[in-house]
């Protein structure tokens, strides 16, 4: 079946340096790929997504691209702020049987420090 | 921008009694999902339905679970006989499904407590 592996967290890093949190997958098909931030306290908010192979989703200087040669989906950030710190979650989404498959990651806890 | 509401935010039951969680999903949506999330653990799919019955569930999703869309605007999720171990954070989600990359969009969760 479908699956996501993200690395363990947390991750910890002082404010401005630079973020990779690694997201790679196992999916039949063509699936799309997405990362979502949950904020403490609230739910899960699309952060940025990739519908095909190559294609970079970018969204608040977060970018990720969509290596189908590794089957790999590694979110980056160049300059990581206080605010970025959040539980991030890699998800693959197919259509399977007439309807959307939406799989996670566990999820990679970042914090950042002043 | 339309979101999906969940309530109650926070609902705390003894154990054995029956609860009900509530969604209202974006309006123009076809396709709601449940997942939860135990405290610090990963997000895990319950359930998914479309065009008013279950497309697929989870090996969590036993009898003790049902969803119901009772009117065109409300989706939820009963647990008959609840237990110490369904205590989590219970998201809702909602996709238009226009297209095979229609993001979910999620809901606050609603925390709840079984003692």
């Known amino acids: 079946g479908d699956s996501v592996t993200q690395m363990e967290g947390p991750v910890t890093l002082s404010e401005e340096a630079f973020l990779t949190i690694n997201c790679t997958y196992t999916?039949?098909?063509?699936?799309?790929l997405f990362w979502y931030v949950q904020y403490p306290g609230e739910g899960l908010q699309l952060l940025l997504k990739?519908?095909?192979?190559?294609d970079k989703g970018s969204n608040k200087g977060f970018e990720a691209t969509y290596r189908k040669e590794t089957t790999s989906f590694h979110l980056e950030k160049g300059s990581v702020q206080v605010s970025d710190s959040a539980v991030y979650f890699c998800?693959?989404?197919?259509?399977?049987?007439?309807?959307?498959?939406?799989?996670f990651g566990t999820g990679t806890k970042l914090q950042v420090i002043p | 921008e339309p979101e999906v509401t969940q309530t109650p935010s926070h609902q705390v039951t003894q154990m054995g009694q029956e609860v009900i969680l509530r969604c209202v999903p974006i309006?123009?949506?076809?396709?709601f999902y449940w997942y939860r999330q135990i405290l610090g653990q990963k997000v895990e799919f319950l359930v998914s339905?479309?065009?008013?019955?279950?497309?697929?569930k989870s090996e969590i999703f036993d009898d003790q679970f049902s969803v119901e869309r009772p009117d065109g605007s409300n989706f939820t999720l009963k647990i008959r006989s609840t237990k110490l171990e369904d205590s989590a954070m219970y998201f809702c989600?909602?996709?238009?499904?226009?297209?095979?990359?229609?993001?979910?969009?999620f809901g606050n969760g609603t925390r709840l407590t079984v003692t």
């Open positions: 990739a519908t095909k192979a190559d």
């Open positions: 998800a693959l989404s197919r259509f399977s049987g007439g309807y959307q498959k939406v799989t």
């Open positions: 989600a909602s996709s238009s499904g226009e297209t095979y990359n229609s993001p979910l969009h």
């Open positions: 309006s123009n949506h076809l396709y």
């Open positions: 999916a039949t098909g063509y699936p799309s």
């Open positions: 339905f479309y065009n008013n019955e279950i497309s697929e």
